[in-house]
């Protein structure tokens, strides 16, 4: 069976973005595929080096996890600061990792303008441990949103030059996931690109219905169209493509059809989508409050995950070290 592996780092709740980006692949492929997921806790610390309460932020994705609908028996998920093998092949991979292409890479150009006092190494090589993270399971496939993209090309690429340089068919170049067949970026209710925590833009999934309302009935519009067919701004193309998430596409078709008209009333649209959002997150808003306050499941789901991942790492560790030319220990 292919093998599917992905992660979140904890770094806030779980928004709209995770959700559609990753977390519903994570849902839909857990039982067609052999699925893992984790919390990249380690990857946190690359902007938040001195976490307030790291545990109680990995227990909130995992309740997040839990309640959107992965189930541990189908996909273990375990806390990737449990596996330490992931450290070791972490190593490996910077050894044949370039200072030029990590340089290169958006996010970290990005980080370097957002947070210009803390260019830590592990920022740079962020797309290494992401590599080891997923090629320690060797992955088929990795259900990840667009801005992922570039650090699947980084593991792809790494995956390839470890093969070159021992000589060795071994490690697979895993493939993005995407559940729409395309690449999917969850724009921001701010009308702004993308929906993400240091945004300030993001509904999330523990948002209770008032703020769910109030948020969406918030979202950033125009004053709407001027002519007939009339090609869309960027804030309007992307209230459009948040509609299609949330209430489908035939209810985006609608309204796409009384824009062209110039008969669309934004407010009629934002109830729609504010209803189907809450239809959405009511049920999980109320298993997150369940799962988030059973502290003995939690970690008992924690460590039955972290046993599955460290017999397939320690697998993985010892095959590697062999080709490499270390001694067996
Ligand atoms: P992050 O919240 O940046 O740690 O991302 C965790 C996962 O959610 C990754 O797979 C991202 O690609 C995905 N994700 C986060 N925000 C978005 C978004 N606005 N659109 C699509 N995917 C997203
Ligand atoms: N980089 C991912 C993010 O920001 C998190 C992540 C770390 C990840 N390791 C991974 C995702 C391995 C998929 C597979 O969201």
Same mark, same amino acid.
């Given at each position: 069976?292919?093998?599917?592996?992905?992660? /979140?780092?904890? *770094?806030?709740?779980?928004?709209?973005?995770?959700?559609?980006?990753?977390?519903? @692949?994570? #849902?839909? $492929?857990?039982?067609?595929?052999?699925?893992?997921?984790?919390?990249?806790?380690?990857?946190?610390?690359?902007?938040?080096?001195?976490?307030?309460?790291?545990?109680?932020?990995?227990?909130?994705?995992?309740?997040?996890?839990? &309640?959107?609908?992965?189930?541990?028996?189908?996909?273990?998920?375990? =806390?990737?600061?449990?596996?330490?093998?992931?450290?070791?092949?972490?190593?490996?991979?910077?050894?044949?990792?370039?200072?030029?292409?990590?340089?290169?890479?958006?996010?970290? %150009?990005? %980080?370097?303008?957002?947070?210009?006092?803390?260019?830590?190494?592990?920022?740079?090589?962020?797309?290494?441990? $992401?590599? &080891?993270? /997923?090629?320690?399971?060797?992955?088929?496939?990795?259900?990840?949103?667009?801005?992922?993209?570039?650090?699947?090309?980084?593991?792809?690429?790494?995956?390839?030059?470890?093969?070159?340089?021992?000589?060795?068919?071994?490690?697979?170049?895993?493939?993005?996931?995407?559940?729409?067949?395309?690449?999917?970026? #969850?724009?921001?209710?701010?009308?702004?690109?993308?929906?993400?925590? @240091?945004?300030?833009?993001?509904?999330?999934?523990?948002?209770?219905? %008032? *703020? #769910?309302?109030?948020?969406?009935? +918030?979202?950033?519009?125009?004053?709407?169209? *001027?002519?007939?067919?009339?090609?869309?701004?960027? =804030?309007?193309?992307?209230?459009? *493509?948040?509609?299609?998430?949330? @209430?489908?596409?035939?209810?985006?078709?609608?309204?796409?059809?009384?824009?062209?008209?110039?008969?669309?009333?934004?407010?009629? $649209? %934002?109830?729609?989508?504010?209803?189907?959002?809450?239809?959405?997150?009511?049920?999980? +808003?109320?298993? /997150?409050?369940?799962?988030?306050?059973?502290?003995?499941?939690?970690?008992?789901?924690?460590?039955?995950?972290?046993?599955?991942?460290?017999?397939? &790492?320690?697998?993985?560790?010892?095959?590697?070290?062999?080709?490499?030319?270390?001694?067996? /220990?």
């Amino acid at each position: 069976m292919e093998r599917v592996i992905s992660g /979140i780092r904890p *770094t806030g709740n779980l928004h709209l973005g995770n959700y559609f980006g990753a977390v519903k @692949s994570f #849902v839909k $492929m857990q039982d067609e595929y052999d699925c893992m997921f984790f919390i990249a806790d380690w990857h946190s610390l690359t902007t938040h080096p001195t976490p307030e309460n790291i545990r109680s932020s990995v227990k909130t994705i995992l309740s997040e996890y839990l &309640a959107c609908g992965i189930d541990p028996e189908k996909a273990p998920i375990y =806390v990737q600061s449990d596996v330490k093998q992931v450290l070791e092949l972490y190593l490996y991979l910077n050894m044949n990792a370039y200072l030029g292409e990590l340089e290169r890479v958006t996010s970290f %150009k990005e %980080k370097v303008r957002k947070q210009p006092d803390n260019v830590n190494a592990g920022l740079l090589t962020y797309p290494c441990l $992401m590599a &080891a993270d /997923i090629l320690m399971h060797k992955a088929d496939k990795v259900p990840v949103g667009k801005d992922q993209e570039q650090n699947m090309e980084m593991a792809r690429l790494f995956a390839r030059r470890f093969n070159r340089i021992y000589n060795v068919e071994y490690f697979k170049e895993p493939a993005s996931f995407y559940f729409a067949d395309k690449a999917v970026k #969850v724009p921001g209710l701010d009308g702004t690109g993308k929906m993400g925590k @240091s945004e300030g833009n993001c509904l999330y999934l523990c948002d209770d219905e %008032k *703020t #769910v309302t109030k948020k969406i009935m +918030r979202a950033v519009t125009d004053q709407g169209p *001027t002519q007939l067919n009339q090609e869309k701004p960027e =804030v309007i193309q992307n209230l459009f *493509t948040l509609c299609e998430l949330l @209430s489908g596409k035939e209810a985006a078709d609608y309204y796409n059809d009384l824009y062209n008209r110039m008969e669309i009333r934004y407010g009629d $649209m %934002k109830k729609q989508m504010a209803a189907d959002a809450n239809t959405l997150l009511a049920p999980i +808003r109320e298993r /997150i409050l369940a799962y988030s306050s059973d502290d003995a499941l939690l970690e008992k789901i924690m460590r039955q995950g972290a046993e599955a991942a460290a017999e397939r &790492a320690e697998k993985t560790i010892e095959e590697v070290r062999e080709i490499i030319g270390f001694r067996k /220990i």
